[in-house]
């Protein structure tokens, strides 16, 4: 925790002289999120999300607000942003990923590995999509 608590610190100077920049949000959000406070980590992510213009910085934004969203059970929320990933990348695998925590977590082990392995047709090497696929 200290490292992020530092680097908290730093990321937060530089954002007094430079508020717009989305990947620097970006980062403090993960700080906050690796520093287990979700709430804050989606305030910077949701202002990170209108700045960026990066179709990578939009999607790791997106991506990590996934994750809160599924961790606090705000499955509307979670899907209207899974949407947004796959509207602007039809074949992100961390979308499909993701969507397949959220239906094992629902205990629909059936949709859950359709989008596991949809995430495999678009990486064949992801890990955590294998993992999960040898794991049931």
Same mark, same amino acid.
């Given at each position: ?8 610190? &730093? ?27 979700? &709430? ?26 996934? &994750? ?69």
């Amino acid at each position: 925790y200290k490292k992020y608590s530092e680097s908290l610190s &730093d990321y937060l100077v530089v954002l007094e002289k430079k508020s717009d920049i989305p990947e620097l949000l970006y980062a403090i959000a993960q700080c906050y999120y690796n520093l287990e406070n979700a &709430d804050t980590a989606e305030e910077y992510l949701l202002k990170a999300e209108t700045l960026a213009n990066d179709i990578f910085i939009q999607e790791q934004i997106r991506l990590l607000l996934a &994750d809160i969203y599924l961790q606090k059970g705000k499955s509307e929320k979670f899907f209207n942003i899974i949407d947004k990933i796959k509207t602007s990348n039809p074949e992100s695998a961390e979308a499909y990923y993701r969507e397949g925590l959220y239906y094992s977590m629902q205990g629909d082990i059936i949709r859950a590995r359709a989008a596991w392995r949809k995430a495999l047709n678009f990486d064949p090497m992801h890990k955590e999509a294998r993992q999960k696929l040898a794991n049931r």
